[in-house]
């Protein structure tokens, strides 16, 4: 009997307490915020673990560690964004409220620093809009990684961390111990800026490229979007553009017009959570159901098939052409359904995938940054009327052109020169070797080459490059460097150099079986680009802007740089590159005090389709030049003689 009553105790001693809690509350930010009056972060290491396997000499360890992000100020912070300065080889695994601003996605390498992009809260309110809820004014990242070579006695912390976002000046980051930072940062008043409090939402950003997700219609637990990529950049393009993203929230395409799956298979739906709640969804008309979708675009043949077509310039191949050869081709649209999942199968539940990401296949690397919300786009009326539609909801993506750090280029060039009868090859490796184990040298420089040498394949060069350094005199190295590995190369060869002006030949050869349409090149100068006069054989001007870019192109009916073949006698003969050349003059009088043959003849950067390529570390000399020297002796000789006989 005296037991039931303890029981009976302990359960109405219990149950009050039971009743009363609350949701888990934000954990308090540190002392020093209070400091703050601004926007505060710190970042607090919590806990580390060794990892299998035993590697003194680089042992991996997991680490879990806390960034907090606190608007202590006036004004609403939108987009948040935090640098965080890893420096010990970090591999993030996952980060809570948070997504990498360079697109990435987890599992991520970060030992240089990332940047941090809030989601699904990407606003901080202030205390006054919020009277202190640190709910609506605070974001905790929890972060859990691996990092190398820091012991458990010690405490793997970053470098520095400060606020990413525009018109900020943050302090001295400050610690706390060993384990905690923090920093303030608050407005700098000399910063510009086009967007004001009171508005709704961020002004559109400019970058290379723009990607614009539109929610069109929206139903409960479904909706339509469009997305259109867009190049601004003037030497930027894409071909066969690939581009992929993540769902957050277990969305799955329906269906889609303009573009298509790289992958079209619905069974991660069939066997996942969409199965289970959509059991009369017929899943044999749905898409795709990756996690993480990559899209291609369609060919042409499909841009006015009911199905599939009818969107406004869509079905291009995956082209993108720069706005400076064809603004009516530097756009790609296309449309797609998106079902939904619970809890958000509200109409206005609208939330855009993260971690884009877009690339070609001999185009520039681009880096994007998360979907930020912008206001409404509009379209015109599908009916014909005067008015245009509104989204109900828009996000922008902005990518600009970077290279990752070890990258390749995947072209190169080559320079010669009328007064040295030597060719200046492309870099060893120009575009990496492939391999370490094979018989050449990935660190011995390239070694001069006769011209015809450029007509052939690396691998059939070798006979000819030793018999032209035994004519010149020169040291082989032993083994011989590598090729280049380039799918395209270009040649600029200085071709003469008079009073008023010089001329100069551009050949561009195709060592690749794929074949460009609507190609373009792109030489920048230091000196030369004003005098620019004419392009015989190619279209060529001079972009807007800096004054020294040459941008040239195929003329109408001749823009393809068709692939590599096959010889006369594929037993014997060596494969034959697609080429494309011509000469191109210059006029001095616009670049007064410029020295051609000493290196203002030969462009600084070189692009081909928006790839930039790996240039020679020398320029021609005319040492080499025993036969051109011979010969010009020869002339003055000659002259010296004859003012002898005259004086006689």
């Excluded at 990498?100 to 006054?128: E, I, Q, R, W």
């Excluded at 329906?254 to 959570?273: E, F, H, N, R």
Aim: hydrophobic share 35%.
């Amino acid at each position: 009997m005296s037991l039931n009553w303890v029981s009976i105790f302990i359960l109405f001693t219990t149950l009050p307490f039971t009743i009363s809690q609350s949701p888990a509350t934000p954990e308090a930010p540190a002392p020093a915020a209070n400091t703050c009056n601004g926007v505060f972060l710190s970042y607090t290491y919590n806990s580390g673990l060794k990892l299998p396997p035993d590697n003194p000499k680089h042992q991996a360890y997991r680490f879990e560690s806390t960034l907090t992000v606190l608007n202590n100020g006036l004004e609403q912070l939108k987009q948040w964004r935090a640098f965080v300065g890893f420096q010990h080889e970090e591999i993030l695994v996952s980060a809570s409220n948070a997504v990498l601003f360079d697109g990435n996605s987890f599992p991520a390498s970060v030992g240089n620093g990332t940047v941090f992009a809030g989601f699904p809260m990407s606003d901080l309110k202030t205390a006054v809009m919020t009277a202190g809820d640190l709910t609506q004014m605070q974001v905790q990242v929890k972060i859990v990684g691996t990092q190398f070579g820091v012991g458990l006695r010690d405490v793997p912390m970053p470098k520095n961390i400060s606020l990413a976002n525009d018109g900020f000046l943050c302090s001295p980051v400050t610690g706390q111990g060993k384990s905690e930072l923090h920093v303030c940062c608050t407005k700098d008043a000399n910063a510009k800026s086009n967007f004001t409090v009171d508005d709704n939402f961020l002004p559109r950003q400019s970058g290379d490229l723009t990607i614009m997700y539109d929610v069109t219609r929206t139903y409960d637990s479904n909706y339509w979007a469009q997305v259109t990529v867009a190049n601004h950049n003037p030497i930027g393009r894409l071909d066969n553009w690939k581009l992929s993203w993540d769902w957050m929230h277990d969305e799955f395409i329906y269906t889609m017009k303009g573009a298509y799956p790289y992958l079209a298979d619905s069974s991660d739906c069939i066997y996942g959570p969409q199965g289970t709640y959509y059991r009369d969804l017929d899943f044999a008309n749905v898409l795709n159901c990756e996690r993480r979708p990559t899209i291609i675009d369609l060919p042409p043949t499909k841009a006015n098939d009911t199905t599939l077509g009818l969107v406004p310039f869509c079905c291009r191949n995956g082209t993108i052409l720069p706005p400076s050869m064809d603004p009516s081709k530097s756009t790609s649209v296309f449309q797609l359904q998106v079902f939904k999942m619970p809890p958000d199968l509200n109409r206005s539940e609208l939330t855009p995938p993260q971690n884009w990401k877009i690339n070609g296949t001999l185009n520039p690397n681009y880096q994007c940054g998360p979907p930020m919300r912008v206001s409404p786009s509009h379209f015109p009326d599908p009916s014909g009327g005067p008015a245009n539609r509104t989204a109900f909801a828009s996000w922008q993506v902005v990518c600009n052109i970077t290279r990752p750090k070890g990258g390749s280029p995947k072209c190169c060039v080559s320079f010669s020169a009328y007064y040295n009868d030597s060719v200046v090859p492309c870099k060893t490796c120009a575009c990496g070797c492939k391999s370490t184990s094979q018989t050449c040298s990935t660190t011995a420089p390239a070694i001069l080459l006769p011209p015809e040498a450029l007509l052939l394949p690396f691998e059939n060069r070798s006979s000819l490059a030793r018999a032209w350094a035994d004519l010149k005199h020169r040291t082989v190295p032993n083994p011989m460097p590598c090729g280049d590995n380039c799918g395209v190369s270009i040649n600029w060869h200085l071709h003469t150099d008079y009073s008023r002006g010089w001329t100069a030949r551009v050949t561009i050869f195709n060592w690749d079986e794929t074949a460009f349409p609507d190609w373009f090149a792109a030489m920048q100068f230091d000196k030369a680009a004003p005098g620019f006069e004419a392009a015989y054989s190619f279209n060529g001007t001079v972009l807007d802007g800096g004054n020294d870019t040459i941008f040239m192109q195929g003329l109408p009916g001749l823009n393809f740089l068709v692939g590599e073949t096959d010889g006369a006698n594929p037993e014997k003969d060596p494969r034959v590159p697609g080429k494309q050349q011509s000469v191109i003059s210059f006029k001095k009088k616009d670049t007064p005090g410029i020295n051609v043959p000493l290196g203002d003849g030969f462009p600084t950067k070189v692009f081909f389709n928006g790839e930039q390529c790996s240039l020679p570390s020398i320029y021609p000399t005319s040492d080499g030049n025993t036969k051109s020297s011979a010969l010009l002796f020869s002339v003055l000789a000659a002259a010296f003689v004859l003012l002898l006989i005259q004086q006689q």
